[in-house]
């Protein structure tokens, strides 16, 4: 475990950057967190560690209380590390951090960062669009790629599926009352059976496509490593299976992850079907958010998304320090 203390006039008192080897100090903070992202839980990085990435898990402290925590995924050659990633981190522990603590966490990430001694950092902030967050990074030496950040949604479950169901837009409520009487059955499993059989969906998706997305290898780590919270849910009809998709998750939240509908599931509104009864799946779990799993407005499934009507959020675009 590696400590240091990072001091600057300019952003404020000093910030004490501890990495955490132990999982279950991970898990303590990751609980407390607001709104917690997947791709920041302690499973997902050891995911990415089956695939060759190093994974470093900061906390970022002040006299004893911890401001934020961090992933970060880390690419080495030879031994030495020569590039960085952090995606959607760091992750505060208030839902929204002050202008001090706020400067005093990037700061300190920038300092870890300088001179070239552990490669290139790449990253997209966990927080909200913001100018003076803009201005902050540019003013400690971070530049931006001209990469868009992460836009996604989320429900929340705690409002029940009344209120929840009164709030999507009128088509899509529609086309769910459509495929709700037309006899789809929805279905959700852990069992190695249900997550081979969407595996091989996903991977014959991507080749048909003609896209490379989240890899099968990745995935099967993922299932590893938490299965009992990796999902594969799917919309039957007369016992085939028309849709299916990954919802994994995290602590009280779940996300869509991955997804595949197949030719008849269009006209089954099946993709309506299959994520409003996931989500509430989820919520009789216990879950208390549901993240959509990310869009871009501009294309058609990021605009059927929107219509469920979640709190949207758009995190900051990716920023470059070397």
């Known amino acids: 475990m590696t400590s240091a203390l990072v001091s600057s006039p300019a952003y404020g008192p000093a910030c004490l950057v501890r990495e955490i080897v132990v999982r279950a100090e991970w898990e303590r903070l990751y609980r407390q967190l607001p709104m917690p992202h997947m791709v920041q839980a302690w499973v997902y990085g050891e995911a990415k560690a089956a695939e ?10 002040q006299h004893g209380r911890p401001l934020a925590i961090c992933q970060v995924l880390v690419k080495r050659l030879l031994g030495l590390p020569v590039a960085a990633r952090i995606n959607r981190g760091p992750q505060f522990m208030a839902v929204r951090p002050s202008d001090a603590d706020g400067r005093a966490v990037y700061a300190a990430l ?28 540019r003013t400690m030496g971070f530049r931006t790629r001209g990469v868009a950040g992460w836009c996604s949604a989320t429900l929340d479950l705690t409002l029940g599926e009344e209120a929840l169901r009164r709030q999507l837009a009128a088509n899509w409520r529609n086309h769910l009352n459509v495929a709700e009487r037309s006899g789809l059955v929805f279905e959700l499993s852990t069992a190695p059976e249900a997550v081979d059989w969407m595996l091989a969906r996903h991977a014959e ?24 919270d990796f ?44 994520l409003w009864h996931a989500a509430q799946a989820m919520g009789r779990l216990g879950c208390e958010r549901f ?10 499934y990021g605009r059927f998304k929107q219509d469920m009507r979640g709190n949207e959020y758009h995190l900051m675009e990716e920023w470059l320090a070397v």
């Open 52 to 61: 060759g990435w190093g994974v470093e898990r900061l906390v970022f402290e």
């Open 110 to 137: 920038r300092q870890r960062w300088r001179f070239g001694r552990r490669g290139v950092l790449l990253m997209a902030p966990g927080l909200v669009e913001s100018a003076s967050l803009r201005a902050w990074l």
């Open 205 to 228: 998706h991507m080749q048909e496509k003609g896209f490379s997305g989240t890899t099968v290898t990745f995935l099967r780590a993922l299932q590893r490593e938490a299965p009992d």
């Open 231 to 274: 999902f594969v849910a799917r919309a039957l009809l007369n016992g085939e299976p028309l849709a299916g998709m990954v919802v994994f998750r995290f602590g009280r939240s779940a996300e869509y992850f991955v997804g595949w509908y197949g030719p008849e599931a269009r006209q089954a509104k099946a993709g309506n079907f299959l």
């Open 291 to 300: 993240d959509l799993g990310g869009y871009s407005s501009s294309e058609g």
